[in-house]
């Protein structure tokens, strides 16, 4: 075993010098890399359900082509990359000041840990199938007599930025009150209705249009605004045309239109599911880091 331990020490010594590895271990190294580790899991969950995760993925690419870079020694590549980090690293802060508020905010709460380790929550309560029976069913309600309607569903990434646009509700998801909301000349008709877990939390929102130049001309600003903010986030969006009174979906970036109430119903129970196996997965995760 001495000898084994002998080998590999003399081969990172021999290939690996510049990374100064100790030569051994104490229990501090090893609750260190495991907080490190926490942070970093941490880090990258909070990137990946903001606008940042498609940043980090072209942060990646870049780096990757810096390395190849200095494999190639192209030195003036390197030297104006170098030169233009500072600048980078200042747009980064701008660019992503309301995410970072809201994290600071997040770890100055009081609740902070219980919200990081989202101990006792029930994933299956996020996006109920009550909750989708009365969407459906007040969708094609609104069809028949050709009310506009625009129901945003809020999934794993949060939609707080867009919440704040509109007037804020806490109220429980039923068909008539969603026909109701968007009832023509009601003071709430107008913008979007943004569903969180079982409940409405916000009515009249704005969201960000689509600016995809391949959409269909006849296609009106709700579907434009359903298919935007689709782009942006990992939401569902149902769409009720107020010329045709057809009903759409918008997910991960497509528009599927006219759709009937089954194929609807099964689109929200695929987003709903997924979240579910998602909550399930990060339980089990969380549960396994805190002891539990």
């Not at 003399?10 to 580790?37: C, M």
């Not at 409940?199 to 600003?221: E, F």
Request: contains cysteine; hydrophobic residues 50%.
């Amino acid at each position: 075993m001495r000898e084994m331990a002998a080998s590999l020490y003399a081969v990172v010594d021999k290939y690996f010098s510049w990374l100064n590895l100790p030569r051994s271990i104490a229990i501090a190294d090893v609750v260190e890399i495991i907080i490190i580790a926490i942070v970093i899991y941490y880090i990258l969950a909070w990137i990946k359900n903001t606008r940042a995760w498609a940043l980090l993925r072209g942060l990646i690419v870049i780096l990757i082509f810096l390395v190849l870079m200095a494999v190639f020694r192209l030195n003036v590549i390197l030297w104006l990359a170098g030169k233009l980090a500072n600048v980078a690293v200042v747009a980064l802060v701008i660019i992503f000041q309301p995410e970072l508020r809201k994290a600071l905010e997040n770890l100055g709460r009081k609740s902070f840990f219980g919200k990081l380790f989202d101990l006792g929550r029930d994933p299956s309560m996020r996006f109920s199938e009550q909750t989708i029976s009365e969407m459906v069913k007040a969708s094609y309600e609104m069809g028949k007599v050709k009310t506009g309607a625009l129901i945003v569903i809020e999934r794993r990434e949060q939609l707080d930025e867009y919440i704040r646009t509109g007037i804020a509700l806490d109220s429980k998801i039923s068909s008539q009150l969603l026909i109701n909301i968007f009832e023509h000349n009601t003071p709430l008709h107008d913008g979007a209705v943004i569903v969180r877990e079982d409940r409405i939390v916000s009515a009249t929102c704005y969201l960000p249009l689509s600016n995809d130049m391949g959409l269909s001309k006849d296609l009106g600003t709700r579907h434009r605004a359903a298919l935007g903010i689709s782009e942006v986030s990992d939401s569902v969006t149902i769409v009720v045309s107020e010329e045709t009174g057809s009903v759409s979906i918008a997910m991960d970036g497509t528009l599927y239109r006219n759709v009937d109430a089954d194929f609807l119903k099964n689109k929200l129970m695929f987003a709903a599911k997924m979240n579910v196996q998602t909550e399930s997965l990060r339980q089990r995760i969380k549960k396994k880091l805190t002891g539990g």
